[in-house]
């Protein structure tokens, strides 16, 4: 059973541009061969009979495709670098922004919007959403990202300026929020928090309505590959987005969700490409009549642990879910491919009471079968370690639930 965002008839005037995306990846030598002739992509059916496009293929696709960067300026990204191998992605100027205000507009021009998301390096988010406050004609303060002793004069000054958005990916928000409710500051005028790069984290609803209680969350799903897919207002779910008009999705049997970018501007060749993200398409609570992508979580989260899966989300779910404790992470450390140890680290939720760590790791071996199965023999290489902070890629300032390491 398959399903796509749009009905046949509203995708068939847009189905030109998976067609020509199509002739652009049968000119790879390389993936020639997966698209043959008499697959073509003239209907919903025939296309979810093309394989769908993984990450590998869509760097194989990249290497000897030219964006179509002749009318102007094209800009060249990078994602990934955290869990898995870098992933080039080109956007032109205006990052397709304009096509996402034309149905998302979470900002105004009375905004007094803080753009928090990191300038990394060849990272997009942070100009992708600067392009959207420009078309929102509002306020700017572009602050990037923020050192750690930094957060308190910054949130003064941003109480100060009355503050009505600010955008980051959920760790950067959470560390955002984290330090003001620690610090007992108020933004008594913030009233929209915008979110990209991650899944929305439950905690910070709790430091919300400490902080800033009249703030409502507006998300937008994507990635550097496909740019936003969907978009969600506060009467959403947090798990739950609309697919923007240019951008098809598709669920199959496996439910994995599957993106063609039926853009013509587009310059990736976005052809049923994975991202790894499972979803359904479902109804949503908000009461729009078209179909909505609900994303169920990552399908790369189960690791293989001395030949055992070890499902990382559900250990850090887990994990946060006992007293005490704000955030968790998993770190590996492998030698030749092998796991040699596995750490939980954790950060305190404050200053009291402490979680019970001890406590914490017994009820993991326990409860959690590959964990006990796993160490069974050698316990001592699975521990469970207080940290003051999590480790987050520099460049994005992302926090994966899963760091690999390799012991040398």
Known sequence: MTAFSLSPEAAAPRLHVARRTLERLRGVPALAARYPRHLDADSLERLAQLPPLARDDLNTALAHLEPAADRSATWLFQSGGSTGAPKVGYAPTGFYMAGV????????????????????????????????????????????????????????????????????????????FAHARAAGLRLPSLRKVLWLGEAWQPRLDDDLAAVAPEARRWGMFGS???????????????????????????????????????????????????????????????????????VLGRRDSVVQVRGLGLDVDELVARAERAPGVARAQVVLTERGGRATGLELLVVAAGPAPAPDLPRLRTELLTATITLGTAFQHDPGSFRVRPVDELVSNDRTGKTAALVVREES
């Not at 739950?240 to 587009?266: I, K, N, R, S, Y």
């Open 101 to 176: 205000h034309a149905h998302w507009q979470p900002l105004d021009r009375t905004d007094v919007f803080v753009n928090a998301w990191g300038a990394g390096r060849m990272w997009g988010a942070h100009f992708l959403a600067a392009a959207l406050a420009d078309l929102s004609g509002c306020r700017i303060i572009a602050l990037g990202s923020v050192a750690k002793d930094e957060y308190g004069a910054w949130l003064e000054f941003l109480a100060a300026r009355r503050v009505t958005a600010i955008g980051g990916t959920p760790s950067v928000l959470r560390l955002w």
């Open 224 to 294: 550097t590959e496909t740019w936003v897919v969907g978009t969600n207002t506060p009467d959403c779910r947090a798990d739950t987005f609309h697919p923007l008009p240019h951008q098809l999705v598709h669920t199959g049997d496996h439910g994995l969700l599957d993106f063609t970018a039926l853009d013509p501007a587009v310059l990736n060749p976005v052809l049923r490409y994975r991202t790894g993200d499972a979803g359904e398409l479902t109804a949503c609570p908000c009461g729009r009549p078209e179909p909505a992508m609900r």
